[in-house]
């Protein structure tokens, strides 16, 4: 039967030109194999799963069901993934009792802690609830890691899901040997690593999402995965550098799940105290501490019935950790001062653009909730590597900030944003953050250097090279210097503003001193835009004052009117 296989896998192969393609052959040369060694035993292939992911996260994800198979989860399971790489060799897992077998020499192999039969995980009550009893992890090899060593990194995992009742408990048939089936894998990992993902070859193009408009061909296998998670109860890590977008795209899995018609609430408590992160995930009672004049729902029970995004999940204090760890494994909790527990109805999504293994190792990321938030990780690239996006989001920014104005690029403007690099060689290091303000700097040039006689107010945006150059020229210099401090960044500031009013006194309407006292509000909406909320920025800039007397609104609103103020102005000179 094997060898029959082998040859079908070989031909499809041969004919396959993506890594969906190339899955399709494999699928039942996998059922076919396990059930001529089990299917006497009454064992049923329901599922072949497989996975190409890395450390980071998943890459792509294709299965293919045979028969009625209930729904549920779409990933197997990231604790197979984990027990698989900590033991380098095909595994096999009982569902039923929660333990595993090495099929290289049938040594007992540890379960992953978040699939154990003493702390059932979600992973595992699905696989239960879609009659899934055992499930058959064969590892997938890149060719320079197909060698001997059992902790050689993997590129991916072929999961089989059985049907298998008469088998829970029982010792693992000695005709399960899989050495020829893993071989067959071994000699399909190659291909299916090298392959591109029929959903990624497409070119930059814009999806009219307001979420998440722009999908290149880095993006879409991304959002390809994600689409299959998002209708999922499990939790979402979204990792990736800062400013590439995770917060817009956890709204946009939200938007995609049953809980879409619920809240979406963000949780980023970077900016508060670690004694008050726990009041804010769950709330308080009058007089739970000094300060607490009434009741107040935590973030949890805003989120109820909907989801919840913990945003910089890696910094949270260890005491926040241990909160959200209980939350996640019981799904209940206790406001602050509170005398009973409360149920959440929450799916969580975390995200973080730090590094939570380095974190586990020094001991300031808790590993039990590592775990707990590791279920179906995804990594966002930074826009460096999604090069095919740049234009397409320098538009879509632009458009933003302009409303129904027209607003486009020169092909020479277009090019010089795609060709700027910087003395280290890396580009667009601030990510979208970073681009949207090269797009802000370039759209006020375009409208203070307007053709003469244009409508000002109304008139296109053509944005050409010298615009964006000039826009590029504080990103290429001052932001390549790495020790450069606030004494220097506030100094290139003044430099940028005194040409723009200077520009202005030659355009025959000069800036007035005052109108430049904007620093405030300036330094105020980048807090707002970092954390997220008006109090964070307040908490974190020391004026909790201004938050304690319901202030800090009003004030925000004051310094932010002086700022547009002067940007409205410049853009009109």
Partial sequence: MIEAGLGRLVAGLRAAGTFEAACEPLY????????????ARGAQVVRVVVHLRDREGYRALASR????????????STAVWSTLVATGAPIAIDVGTCEGISLRDGAPVRMATSFAAHDVSASVIA????????????????????????????????????????????RWPDELGVDDLSTLVDVTGPFLLGLPLAVGREPALET???????????????????????????????????GVGKSRLAHWCHARSPRRERAFCT???????????LAELFGWKRGAFTGAHADHDGLV???????????EIDKLSLAAQAGLLRLLETRRYSPLGASGERTANVRFIAATNGDL?????????????YYRIHVLPVALPSLAARRDE????????????????PFELTTDAARELTEARWPSGEVWPGNLRQLDNVVRRAIALAGARGPAGADASSGPIVLGRDHVRFALTPELHDDAVPDAGAEDALRALAHRVLDAALEARRSGAALELEQLDVLRGAVLRAAVERFGSVKDAFVALGAQALVDSRNHQASYKKELAKLEALEARLDRE
Wanted: charged share 25%; proline share 7%; aromatic share 4%.
């Fill in 65 to 76: 069901a045979y028969g009625e198979v209930a729904p549920g989860q779409v990933a197997t």
């Fill in 267 to 277: 949780a980023n408590l970077i900016a508060l105290p670690d004694a008050t992160q």
């Fill in 208 to 242: 009219h999402d307001p979420l998440f408009p722009i999908a290149g061909a880095r993006t879409r296998p991304i959002l390809h995965v994600l689409e299959q998670f998002a209708p999922q109860e499990e939790t979402l890590l979204i990792t990736g550098p800062t």
């Fill in 390 to 405: 740049l234009v397409a989001w320098a538009l879509e920014l632009g458009r933003r900030r302009l409303g129904p104005r």
């Fill in 127 to 170: 696989l239960r609830a879609r009659d899934v009893t055992h499930v058959v992890a064969l590892p997938v090899r890149s060719p320079s890691e197909r060698s001997s060593e059992r902790d050689a990194p993997l590129g991916g995992m072929v999961c089989a899901e059985l049907a298998w009742n008469a088998g829970i408990g029982q």
């Fill in 301 to 311: 029970a805003q989120a109820d019935g909907g989801t919840l995004f913990v945003d």
């Fill in 28 to 39: 039942d040369v996998v059922k076919d194999a396990l059930e001529e060694r089990l299917g």
């Fill in 357 to 369: 293994r380095a974190l586990v190792r020094a001991g300031s990321f808790r590993e039990d909730l």
